[in-house]
């Protein structure tokens, strides 16, 4: 079923006013200590079937560094010659966000078609 233009934009235009006014989908979630106190430690000297792994640092508004520099030392490996021991890491927790999103709606207009350079075009290479 095909709805007419108007009904279409209006019932958009109330989706999107509709969206605007919800509240935010992602609070921040409450901290807790026990998992605060696991994620302190670093993820290489953890041992036992969980680790916990520290939540991504987030971007900052510019870059002021002007030389790079390793956040977390490297993991120490081993490269087996024969078959090694079983894992013994069953799963990782990452540490949930302690910041919320916010986004904008872009209400520019798209641009139109050029569809007469799209005609010329096809017109060029029609055999």
């Known amino acids: 079923m095909q709805f007419p233009t108007s ?6 235009l109330s989706l999107l006013a509709s969206s605007l006014a919800a509240p935010n989908p992602n609070p921040a979630p409450a901290v807790d200590p026990v998992m605060s106190a696991s994620m302190a430690i670093p ?13 991504q640092t987030q971007p900052g508004q510019s870059i ?6 390793r956040q977390y030392p490297t993991s120490a490996y081993t ?6 021991p079983a894992p013994n890491i069953q799963t990782t927790v990452t540490q949930g966000w302690d910041y919320t999103l916010s986004s904008k709606i872009n209400t ?7 569809e007469e350079n799209m005609q010329k075009f096809l017109q060029r290479w029609r055999d």
């Open 7 to 12: 009904l279409f934009n209006l019932a958009l």
């Open 64 to 69: 002021t560094a002007t030389e790079t520099r």
């Open 108 to 114: 520019a207009a798209p641009q139109p078609m050029p």
């Open 43 to 55: 993820y290489t000297l953890q041992t036992g079937p969980t680790r916990y792994a520290p939540m």
């Open 79 to 84: 490269i087996f010659t024969t078959r090694g």
